[in-house]
């Protein structure tokens, strides 16, 4: 046990490998806060310290858990559960490690995202906590995903945490008002710098966030009195092909007033709350500087502007404020630019606008669809368009640069010819694949007359002009996108005291579900299984009204066993729990 | 859908059918309350109503959820959920009907105890819900197993209502002192009258309990504000035989410091503080009074006072209060009676004390053992002692009795016969087994002296006597009983530097899991997995050393996986989750 002794008595005196911005970097960023209700309390509390946690959830990729007195030990990096006798441990997996207790992230089950604690006994561990950082205010721990790229930080991060925040329960202190910040702290622990867009984040809290990097800069544990890790993927639509290729997920859940409410926040806290008219309305070309070109914008450019008789406004990173972006969104008629991530700025598009999105030669836009999803998600009015390069001749590829920029020439002359050959990338598996990411950082010299006579077929843009303008930038459909199930079929009864046509016959009777006045659906079935007494088959039937005489297959002196259950659309109700038993009798 | 219209257009007009009380059942009972803090508001909340819900954990058997706005119909006997645009849904299964939402009491997946609620809109159910009566308190809802049965009122009810409500997290208004009953609201939706255990359940918070008749006594819903549905399972050790015959839980995880808790709390309620000197020890005997006798019950009473120099009280439910019960089992130094509920009693031992269990003839001791897997509980010190009646000339058999009282004359001759001509009940399911019934219900004649010299026998009766008696009737074992896991093993390396006995070799080496000063354990061991790369197949070794070089198998220009787990006594920790890559070369 020497070593490992020697491991624990140096955490106190010995500097650290991660130590980057010297000691007390924690404590120095938490107090430089403006935020009085922010309050460190560094070893005054002489009470000793007990963990609880309660777990949500019924899988390690659904899971959020929220912790009482959770402590992060930079040395070893990792978080620490204190058990004594009043711990409580609610609602967990049988085995955490198994494969692990939930995800940290917003993408699924992606095992670099993996969060876990490790277990200590209370007392054992009292003098390593005595000397924590305690954050007093209510945490939101988890990882960002993609901090620098647009798409990845609302899809992965933003819509998540802001969906997160909305629904978490509990104290009256930390529920959202529906307009403010969120009165947590949030804590990001993928380890990254707060990136390009850390104003964005920093929006959605009245304190700033704690880093990694602060918690493992110091050589005292940071411990949370309340905190909630992980965060929901109710809102995510998109996997990024980590082990299938990338496309919609398979059960999307978000909804357009969903992500609606979460651009009205975002619009709130920049400031973007004028309200552009009709007659306002602009074209917006999504610019690319220094990669993935369209090596003839100007005459795209001129080219919309004749035609639709707006203005075109081309916009870029480099040169354009998120603010500015988010507003010129918000009041265009027609987004368009080649793939990429500002085009997730569609959800910000009002009412009967237009997207298109341009693709390089040999990408076929059928595979890579994250913006398509989100203009079609549930609810949504944008009329969403493709375009691809299909000229081979109007294309500039890279062999030379980096391989992750598309470069080729590190690859053998064989593989090489292949891929220049090749007129479409076949599926693949995210990340590195060098055909991909050749073919997607070509330049491009499009097609202007199709884009714009694509633009001009398409029946929505015609829609756009005429369409009324939704004056607050908000879509209510005015329609519950939830879909609401049936409940259980009532008062079931049975008799066979008819015979038709001297055929012993089975009538059955029923009530709807007490529930049907009160959800939403355009269609009602309800579906019986009959299945004779001590028989393993049965037959169903899908009925349209609430009773029924059977006679096909009934026989005399035979005892039934009869489910029934309601059908709503396509939402199936539940079967009565007990089977009902009916007889026929001579 | 005419039929379905009329149901719903009676509700408020019609009689019903359960209405046992009279109208305003639920108004009268809850304002007769002296507890302030109880608030109903009928109607008066004219904001639309919106339900939000929570679920712990990851199975219908492990599953409490916390909602918001959760309202009870009493005409449909269905609770219902208000979707609507702010309703918070976190933590739900895929199919909540697959096969239910929850167990709502402790008793483990019992299909008559499956909770569920019915889906509306909330704008389609505003009306229905604006004339509800509102329970503002945090409520309780569970449904209690067999309040009329001291064993079920306290394993199945009061432990899990004890252990649950201890362990919710939130609101600081409904955390409990640790010392006065808790501020929640129960609700009992099993149905059943209050029972003969009323008072006891009545400690437990400081409103009365609303019941299930309460609610379907009025024609208008009871919608709560704050709800937890649901109650642990945690506490139970016994299942009673629904699906194999009865016996201990297989995953036990109630220690005697949580038994003990309970434990002091009720006696805090019952009022019996005073603390007996160990010359105050007596003998309890547990008499029943009209089935199951003990025929000689003065007999073995006077050869216990002979034997053991004690007072020797005999208790019965029919001449003893509940808390003269508690307060005489909290000073014996023997427990003895015929197998039955007061045994559940034993909880109130004090160490060192011991249980004699008497079994009528042909009634297995091994196979009834509720009280026997109490008294061994992990940190229990209380020693157990079963003794059955052989002798069938010793025992009283009541065949002319009702069959739940354990009479057969209803049964066949044949059935009879073989009934009478048993010599042991064979093992059988809950609840009906006529042989069970017949046998568990004989009187019996105790054969004392074998009872005295059992007793004798037993070498802790003498502990008992010498051992130090705990002054506030708390076992506290010193002694965390919790099972913590080691976290994952840190730092792997591999080399392959040495050639061991002219052989290729892989060097290993680790660093011990972070937490191992913090977790207790007595032994502790490595399992090493070493697999060559692009084989299934892989060697396991288990090690207690931190590194080994392993020469067997080991082959040179070969490429190895390796994981490397904990194991702390029986607890096994994580593997390393990226797997190692170690190389042989030459």
Redesign the interface.
Known sequence: ?H???T??QSWKTLDLLHQPNGADVLPKHVLSSHHEKFVTDQGSNKSPMVS?A??????HT???C?F?NLCY?PH?D?F?FL????????????NR?D?TLMDMSSVKDH?TQ?F?F????A???QS?VDGAVIVQQTSLIFRRFHPDNLMHVLHDDLLPLFYTL??????ESTRWNGLLPFNFQLVFMEGWDPGPFEDLYDMFSNVKPIYKSNMLSVDYPTCFRESYVGI?KYTTWYQYGFVEPQGPIHDIRVTA?DIHRFCRFLRMQLNVTEVPSDSERVIVLLSRRYNRLILNEIDLTFALAQNFHQKVVTVAMETHSLKDMVYLVSKSSILLGMHGSLFALAMFLPKGSTVVELFPYAINPAHYTPYKTLANLHGTDVNYLAWQNMDSTKTVTHPERSWDEGGIVHLSEEQQRRIMSSREVPLHLCCRDAEWLYRIYQDTVVDVDSIISLLKNSVNVQKSHSSSVDQNFVVESGF?S?R????HV?NITCSSDTVVHGLPSLQLAW??????????FVEVKYEVWIQEEGEDDYTAWMLTQ?NYTFTAGIQLDTNYNVWIRCIVDDTV??FN??HVSCSTST
């Open positions: 046990m070593q490992y002794w491991l624990w609880s309660w777990c949500f959830g019924s899988h659904n899971r959020i929220y009482h030990l070893v990792e620490v058990h004594g006798n009043h711990s409580a441990y609610v609602g967990f997996p049988e490690y494969p095992n993996y876990n490790m277990d200590a006994d007392d054992k561990m390593v909305s629904t978490l329960p509990f104290a929901s007033d519950n939830k609401l199930s049936p409940s009532r009530q709807p579900p007490a529930n049907m006045r009160f959800i939403n609430y109700g539940p729990s007990n």
